[in-house]
């Protein structure tokens, strides 16, 4: 007999069921990106009203020992920074804050390091400290009572305006997972160029509109604590995704108005980037795929940079689209912010309202939408590829192996070939007669291991490195990869090719033992 279905489960009381202590595992295993994590702590940085905020990278000698986010904020007093300290322990937030769950600080700092400790002190209270370890958090939520005394030189090492005056908060992380395990051999000196422009370029764009006030400043700087030298000191400029000379097509930007059901009209901003452009603003955003689409802030803060949100595939047409979202406040289901403020997640009703999404200020049957907009954008991309000159043939796109930003260059510059398994690029150990090979079933080109070293010229090994021979091979190779078999011009062209490059490189290998 079929039962009547219930649409409330029925309950016969409660109980208290406390986390278990590996939850604080949990919480450091949410995949937050190093980038993304030092922006989380500037975050609470910029809601403790700070106008200076320093990223100092410590290290001793070749080892890197230490990381600190300093800020001359408001600072803490002692109740105060065991909420902060708390898992899942919720302040009253402003209503334009940039903290929203409660776990930014905790979850964002052992994911990447074995221990956080925070310092801070107030105009009217001394400094406290609490040090979470990891190996003690997952024991039972042990949290450490930094001494007193070295609250206080912690402090002091940053006072008189460096940036702390007299108030702030020192945020340090031990045992950093993402740093050199051995920093020999200019490996730290490597790591710190890469990592720290990565890092202002993620924070440039971001935070670019605090970054574009009067009052704000980042700093990232390395320090020697052996030495007490400083270098490497730079303040983070601000990389305006919309920050172009001339607008790409006619009209735009432009204000589009859509209204959601539970949370009113939302305004959209479209713009179509200048065509061709090389500024970094534009460019040093993902991929030609990545970087259109949606470009999402809550309260003034960058929270996604690009994507459709299910709204349409992206597409090589569409690299010149962006739109700017202010997000409302009590977006309930139809905007939800990841922890991570790294990405949102938009409802059905979203991508379905922008169907229909006007721009404002037209009347009659002429008004512009949404669609007409990413017509325009479509359009500018297209005319000017037609007056660039020649149409170029289309290519099969290149895979893994190859440097995103070389990846990006060729796709832009070349229309490709669609529904084609991508030219990947690998090391294999081959004989010393060859430099390159091309295995045609996995439609791979493959270099010599051999000649690796010589190659890279002293230079850490990785998936993308070698990018100037790589995209000469690929410039070579690439028309192979269209046919099954080579034809005996080919192959002699291949060849030829081949004792040249293993010529030169031996005479790079001669010249580097002289």
């Not at 408001?74 to 909420?83: A, I, K, N, P, S």
């Not at 979850?107 to 990447?112: D, I, K, M, T, V």
């Not at 008189?160 to 020192?170: L, M, Y």
């Not at 938009?346 to 721009?359: G, H």
């Amino acid at each position: 007999m079929t039962q009547a279905w219930q649409f409330d489960v029925p309950v016969a009381g409660s109980k208290v069921l406390p986390p278990d202590s590996r939850y604080m595992e949990a919480l450091s295993s949410q995949g937050y990106g190093f980038e993304v994590a030092v922006a989380d702590l500037v975050d609470n940085s910029i809601d403790a009203g700070a106008k200076d905020v320093v990223i100092h990278f410590l290290r001793d000698g070749d080892q890197l020992v230490s990381l600190l986010v300093v800020d001359d904020g408001r600072g803490m007093t002692e109740e105060e920074l065991d909420v902060a300290m708390t898992v899942g322990g919720r302040r009253d937030y402003a209503p334009d804050a940039l903290g929203m769950f409660g776990t930014g600080l905790k979850s964002a700092s052992l994911s990447h390091a074995t221990a956080v400790t925070v310092v801070s002190t107030t105009k009217r209270t001394r400094a406290v400290g609490r040090r979470w370890l990891m190996e003690r958090a997952v024991s039972g939520f042990q949290c450490d009572i930094v001494t007193p005394d070295y609250a206080q030189t912690l402090i002091d090492r940053y006072d008189d305006g460096r940036p702390i005056t007299w108030q702030g908060t020192v945020v340090r992380w031990d045992g950093v997972k993402d740093f050199p395990k051995h920093g020999g051999g200019g490996q730290t000196d490597r790591y710190l160029q890469r990592t720290i422009n990565k890092l202002g370029l993620h924070l440039g764009l971001h935070l670019h509109r605090f970054l574009a006030r009067e009052d704000f400043n980042i700093t990232i700087a390395v320090e020697d604590v052996r030495t007490g030298s400083v270098y490497m000191n730079f303040g983070v400029e601000p990389l305006d995704p919309f920050g172009y000379p001339v607008s790409g097509a006619p009209g735009y930007p432009q204000l589009f108005t859509t209204a959601l059901p539970g949370v009113g009209n939302v305004g959209l901003t479209a713009h179509v980037w200048t065509p061709k452009s090389n500024l970094d603003e534009y460019k040093a955003i993902g991929s030609v795929l990545d970087r259109q689409g949606f470009f999402f802030y809550r309260h003034d803060r960058l929270v996604q940079a690009g994507g459709w949100n299910n709204f349409r595939q992206p597409e090589q047409h569409l690299s010149l689209a962006r739109v700017a979202v202010d997000l409302p406040d009590g977006a309930g289901d139809v905007f939800r912010l990841t922890v991570k403020k790294s990405g949102v997640e938009t409802s059905p009703e979203f991508s379905a309202a922008l169907e229909t999404a006007t721009e404002g200020v037209a009347e009659g049957d002429t008004v512009p939408t949404f669609l007409d907009y990413l017509a325009a954008a479509d359009t500018a991309y297209r005319e000017a590829r037609k007056r660039a000159g020649t149409t170029r043939r289309a290519v099969i796109a290149p895979g893994e192996g190859f440097a995103p930003a070389l990846r990006e260059t060729i796709v832009e510059e070349s229309p490709t070939l669609p529904h084609e398994t991508p030219i990947s690029v690998e090391w294999r150990r081959l004989g010393n007669e060859l430099l390159f090979d091309i295995d045609r079933e996995h439609r791979t080109i493959v270099l010599n291991d051999h000649y690796r070293d010589a190659i890279l010229g002293g230079k850490a090994r990785d998936v993308h490195d070698a990018p100037l021979v790589k995209a000469m091979l690929y410039l070579l190779l690439h028309q192979t990869f269209e046919k099954e078999y080579s034809g005996s011009r080919e192959k002699d062209n291949l060849q030829l090719w081949q004792s040249i490059l293993v010529s030169a490189v031996r005479s790079e290998i001669r010249g580097s033992e002289q």
